[in-house]
C-alpha cells in the first residue's frame, strides 16, 4: 500500500540508528521549557506546576494513517496532535513531546524525516518542544508518542465533573476528518480542506487552558466522534448530555461534499472521529468563552441524545472489533 | 517463534480495546505521586522538583525480546526496567510508566495481561506508578514505554560532566544478560540467575540519586556494554577511560558459565548489554558511594581503554545494523 520510494533513496539500514537520530534532532530550536534536549539517558522538561500532565498514544501503518494518502510530514503532524490534544482536553499547555518511532529496515530513511519533520511543525504549533525518543527496528511502522503539559496553576478538567444544568460547547472543526475519509475512500484527493483535515487535525491547543481558566467542570478532545467522546463525559460525570441540532454548526463545505458523495454531513459532525476539537461543560453559558460554540446541555439521566432522542447510528471505533 | 496459545484463551480482539484497559487498570494501588491515573485524556504526576525527566524506549517482539524465551511478565518487568533504569541513570527517582502497547488481534488477553502484571510490578519496585497508556491494533507486538522521574533538588547527571581524573565507579549486575543470552542461545534453560538476568534485568534504582547526591559528575546506564556506555560519557565529555582489569568483579557464576560454553566471562562483563547496571564518574575516590565498585579512571584523549590498551572485540549493537 505504500508508493514506491525512489530508487536511490537511502534506508534507515543505510543511514543507521545513530544517523537517524543526528538527522532527527540537528539544527532544531527548542523552546524554553526544555532544560535538557534529546542525546542524554533522559530529557529534562520544565514543569512549573510542580505537577506534569502526560499521555501516550500509539500510531499503526495502516490503522491509523496510510502513506499512499498522507505524506510523511502529515503522518508526523497527526501523530503529535492526537496527543498534544489530550494535553489541552486536561486544560494544560503543552511543553513536551518525546517520540518511539519503530519501523522496518527498507524503510526510505526520508519517510522518517518527513515524520520527524511533521512532529516538530506540529510540536512547534502547540508551543513543545521534541525532547527524547528511540528508534527501532520492527516490520510494522510504529509511531508513539507521549506528551507532557504543565497546568499552570489551574486543577485538571476531568472527565468527570459535569453537572446537571451545565452549558455543552465545543472549539475546533467537527466531522472534517470524516468527511476526508470518505473522499479519500471514494479514489478522490479534494476538496483540499477536508482531505487535509483527514491527513492531519487541528487541535486548538488554546482553547484548552482558556477553558479551563473560565471554570470548564469537564472536557475532552473528540477523537472517537463528538457523541462518543460526549458519552465518555457522560458516563465519567454520571449525567446526561443532549446535543441541539439547532445549535450545531454544518459547515457549508461540508455539506457540498455530502452533497457530492450522497453523505449526511450532520452525521459526520456527530460520529466522525479525529478531529480532535475540544469538548467541554461549564457551569453556564456566561462561562463560555468566545471562541467555544454552544450545542447542548447536560441533564439527568445518562447516555447522550440529540434533540432529546437517542441517535441511531454506530458512534465509535474501538480497536480489535 | 511464539508457543501456541492454549485453545480455548481469548484473544484481544475477542475481550476488546476497553475491556483489555479495564483488565490493564483494575484493582491496582497507586504511589502517591500519581494525582491522577489511567482513565482521562491525560495523567497527572506529581512534579515536586519543578522539573520533570522523561524518556521513552521501544520494544519489538522478536527484536528485543522472545516470547519463547521469556514469560509475558519478564517481558513487561524488562520493558519497565529499561525505561526506568534512564531516569536513575539521570540521578532521578522514577515517578510513572506510560504503557503504548501495539499487538496483533490474535494475541491472546493472557499474554497482554501478563506484560502489563510485569510493567506494574517492576514499576513497583522502583517506586513509580503506571499513569496511562495506549493500546492499538499491529501486526508486530510493540511496545512503547515512557517513564517520568523527579530529581528532588539535584541537578540532573549527564554524559558531558566527566573530568580528567575524575574516578569511574559501576554499581549493578553486569555480564549477566550476556550470559543468559549465550545459555539461551545455546537452548539450554538453566542455570537460573543468568537466564533470569537476561529476561528482565535488575537495575539498582536508588542507586542513582546516591550517585547524585554523592556529586557524580557524569553517569548512564549500561544497556549497549559497559565499553560501549562508557564511550558515550567519554565522547560527550571529550575524555578518555581507562578501565583496570584487576578492579573488575567477574562474578565467580559468570565464570563458571562462560567455562561450560567455551565463552570469556570478563568478555560479557565488558561488553554484554542489557544489564542497565549504572556507571558513574566522580570526582575522587572519598565520594564513591559504599554499593559502587571502582573500575577505573578518566583520562585525558578520548575512546575507552582496557588496562591502557584498546579492546578488539565490538563493543555494541545499532540498529538495522
Given amino acids: 500500500m505504500r508508493p514506491d520510494p525512489p530508487q536511490d533513496a537511502d534506508t534507515v539500514a543505510e543511514v543507521g ?4 537520530i543526528r538527522r532527527v534532532t540537528a539544527g532544531r530550536t527548542q523552546p524554553p521549557t526544555t532544560l ?19 499521555s501516550t498514544d500509539v500510531l499503526v501503518e495502516n490503522v491509523h494513517f496510510r502513506l499512499d ?3 510523511p510530514e502529515h503522518v508526523g503532524r497527526k501523530a503529535a496532535a492526537v496527543n498534544l490534544a489530550d494535553i489541552a482536553a486536561m486544560g494544560a499547555m503543552p511543553t513536551a513531546l518525546l517520540i518511539g518511532l519503530a519501523c522496518p529496515a527498507d524503510t526510505p530513511a ?19 518542544g ?23 496553576g489551574l486543577e485538571p478538567v476531568v472527565r468527570s465533573g459535569a453537572q446537571v444544568g451545565d452549558i455543552v460547547a465545543v472549539c475546533g472543526k467537527l466531522g472534517w476528518a470524516a ?23 487541528e487541535p486548538p491547543y488554546p482553547s484548552g487552558p482558556e477553558a479551563a481558566a473560565a471554570g470548564a ?45 450522497g453523505a ?25 468563552p468566545e471562541d467555544w460554540q454552544v450545542i447542548g446541555a447536560v441533564r439527568p439521566g445518562d447516555g447522550v441524545t440529540v434533540d432529546g432522542r437517542g441517535y441511531e447510528k454506530p458512534p465509535g471505533w474501538e480497536h480489535w472489533r
Fill in 69 to 71: 494518502w498522507s505524506s
Fill in 110 to 128: 526520508s519517510v522518517v524525516d518527513g515524520i520527524t519533520a511533521g512532529l516538530w511543525q506540529e510540536a512547534a504549533v502547540a508551543g513543545a
Fill in 130 to 152: 521534541v525532547v527524547g525518543g528511540d528508534m527501532v527496528s520492527s516490520e510494522t511502522l510504529v509511531i508513539s508518542i507521549t506528551a507532557l503539559g504543565d497546568l499552570n
Fill in 17 to 20: 540508528e545513530f544517523g537517524l
Fill in 217 to 261: 467542570t469537564a472536557m475532552i478532545d473528540t477523537s472517537d466522534g463528538l457523541l462518543a467522546d460526549l458519552g465518555h463525559i457522560a458516563t465519567a460525570s454520571g449525567v446526561g448530555i443532549d446535543i441541539r441540532t439547532e445549535l450545531l454548526e454544518v459547515h457549508p463545505r461540508l455539506i457540498d461534499v455530502a452533497s457530492a458523495l
Fill in 179 to 201: 468527511a476526508g475519509l470518505a473522499v479519500l475512500s471514494r479514489g478522490f484527493r479534494s476538496p483540499v480542506a477536508v482531505v487535509g483535515a483527514q491527513r492531519s487535525p
Fill in 264 to 288: 449526511d454531513a450532520r452525521h459526520w459532525v456527530l460520529t466522525g472521529g479525529e478531529d480532535h476539537a475540544l469538548a467541554a461543560t461549564f457551569p453556564d453559558a456566561a462561562a463560555v
Fill in 36 to 54: 535538557l534536549g534529546p542525546g542524554d539517558d533522559a530529557a529534562v522538561v520544565a514543569a512549573p506546576d510542580g505537577r506534569v500532565v502526560a
